[in-house]
RNA sequence: CGGGGUGUAGCGCAGCCCGGUUAGCGCAUCUGCUUUGGGAGCAGAGGGUCGCAGGUUCGAAUCCUGCCACCCCGACCA
């Protein structure tokens, strides 16, 4: 048991933010629902922006930059895509601040008024769209494979430090085509391509599915989403890739000229992951002891602590160890810190997640040997110094996939087929977790689901198998079941 | 936006009900000595506009009014 976290079974939501902050990964800033992400957690962000990153490149996507700033009018295009983000947008309205009259400090200048407010963007779609049209002349100028890190502000009544905060950093694809196949295989493309990220760096499973028109981005015609299981049985979404059909095209009036020199609307799709990737990870494999993070998203891999303290022949063994781990490309650091001992050590680069420790001590080394602990499963085992560099080079990937295998159970173990409401109430109340269940296809069925049980569809799997059945709420005939679950 | 809670040193808290010397305690920090194989011990030191603004009072961390911020639980959402 740590002495600084909260057990999960006390309280999961106080062991959540114990862990954020314990781990140095961020804190609650000044301004209201905005946080401060730490170098220790944008050390992962950046690993993580990295990886993507280089996926989208070689997907033949490249990086721009569109603005912070979005004219008020552009927002109010699409209408669907209105009326989902209006709720929660911050407004520019005036440009000057002048010193109070009254002496209070500064205040806004109500002479500086903006002739059109400019909103924060939430998104990007109708800045990037209204520059599209411009950029968009002919069927050679498509596919538009665009990109862009940035941060956007949704100002959310509750938030939760990575999980859902007002501001936040992502990244956000926009491309244009000249087809839907095009369009509709681009979204699928994306969605594979980040659910191999969510499985292979993150070493969290996810489902593939597409979403519920109730769930769906507001101006989308269809919503794909991975979805994963959090340790306290909630599921997170953890990406969404959207086709856009023609609504956005329609709305800013991009058209090209198609080989036959006919005008034509554009196809168009969005994407994105967030911050919140970042409470995906924590939620998937820490414990009570602290982080755990994948060796694959880890600022730094392995960490050699002396003990008791450093001298000579530690030294020139830790030295050893380093340069050949660093000639594997494995991120290293050697702890020589004498103020702190060894015990402290172990319990703080725990609660950090560092994925494997090396412990030197001279009664070690007289026999040739260091001791390796691994963070997953905390087992500690003598190895030979000579071949300490080469055995962690096996553990970190042996790590990676034991993580991946045990969440991958975890949540398997937590996907329940159910054929009527009670059992379904049942199961949500103690297992949790998705349940597989067969739905008539409605809106109406599913808001209904949603305010009894406070479960709501997270998707329908794309690997789904047909199967006739009646949906647990209405008794309509179903084709397939679809999964439900409480959501974060 | 509804319900609950909290704001006192970097962090965690006590003190407030019942106003009164110089506002305490633990952790952390600094100095010294002894220690060192799973969160060291002793001795000493530094560190505070008691969230903000008014008010009551001879006197306010404490009582009153207003405001602000944050956390938790709901509704809404990535």
């Known amino acids: 048991m740590s002495k600084e976290i909260t057990s999960r079974s006390e309280d999961y939501s106080q062991w959540y933010n114990d862990i954020v902050r314990k781990a140095n990964l961020a804190d609650h800033s000044a301004v209201r629902g905005c946080m401060v992400i730490k170098p220790y957690g944008f050390g992962i962000w950046e690993n993580i922006k990295s990886v993507l990153d280089g996926m989208f490149k070689e997907t033949g996507h490249v990086n721009a930059y569109f603005p912070l700033f979005i004219p008020k009018s552009f927002l109010s295009k699409e209408a669907e895509h209105v009326e989902g983000f209006a709720k929660e947008c911050a407004v520019v309205t005036h440009h000057r601040l002048m010193n109070d009259p009254n002496g209070g400090g500064v205040v806004v200048d109500p002479s500086a008024r903006l002739e059109e407010e400019l909103i924060v963007r939430p998104t990007s779609e109708t800045i990037i769209w209204n520059t599209y049209r411009d950029w968009i002349k002919s069927y050679r100028d498509l596919p538009l494979l665009i990109n862009q890190w940035a941060n956007v502000v949704r100002w959310e009544m509750r ?32 969605l594979d391509l980040y659910a191999k990220f969510a499985e292979e760096y993150m070493a969290m499973p996810v489902i593939k599915g597409v979403k519920s028109a109730n769930e769906r981005f507001a101006g989308a015609v269809d919503t794909y989403t991975i979805e ?63 982080l755990v993070i994948p060796p694959r998203l880890a600022p730094t891999q392995v960490v050699i602590i002396p003990i008791p303290k450093p001298g000579p022949e530690i030294d020139e063994a830790a030295d050893k160890i380093m340069a050949e781990l660093k000639a594997m490309g494995i991120s290293v650091k050697y702890d020589t810190d004498k103020k702190k001992r060894p015990g402290f050590k172990f319990a703080e680069y725990e609660m950090h997640g560092i994925p494997v420790r090396i412990g030197i001590g001279k009664r070690d080394l007289e026999q040739g040997m260091v001791e390796i602990a691994r963070r997953d499963t905390k087992e500690k085992t003598q190895q030979p110094l000579d071949s300490a560099a080469k055995y962690i080079q096996q553990l970190l990937e042996d790590i990676q996939q034991n993580l991946f295998e045990r969440a991958k159970k975890f949540r398997d173990d937590r996907i329940t087929k159910v054929d009527d409401f009670d059992q379904f109430k049942e199961v949500l109340n103690t297992k949790g977790g998705f349940i597989s269940a067969h739905w008539d296809g409605t809106t109406e069925t599913e808001v209904k689901i949603k305010e009894l049980t406070k479960a709501t569809i997270r998707c329908i799997p794309l690997d789904n198998e047909l199967e006739d059945g009646k949906c647990i709420l209405t008794g309509q005939p179903s084709k397939q079941r679809v999964l439900f679950a409480k959501a974060y």
């Open 228 to 290: 994963a299981l959090m340790q306290d049985s909630k599921a997170l979404q953890a990406g969404t890739s959207h086709f856009l059909g023609q609504n956005f095209a329609k709305a800013f009036d991009v058209k090209f000229l198609n080989e036959n020199q006919k005008q034509e609307l554009v196809w168009a799709t969005s994407w994105g992951v967030s911050t919140r990737l970042m409470g995906g990870l924590i939620m998937t494999h820490s414990d009570d002891q602290g």
């Open 159 to 190: 938030t939760r430090l990575f999980l859902r905060t007002a501001e936040f950093l992502w990244q956000e694809g926009h491309t244009a085509h000249a087809s839907s196949e095009e369009a509709i295989q681009e979204t699928l493309t994306i």
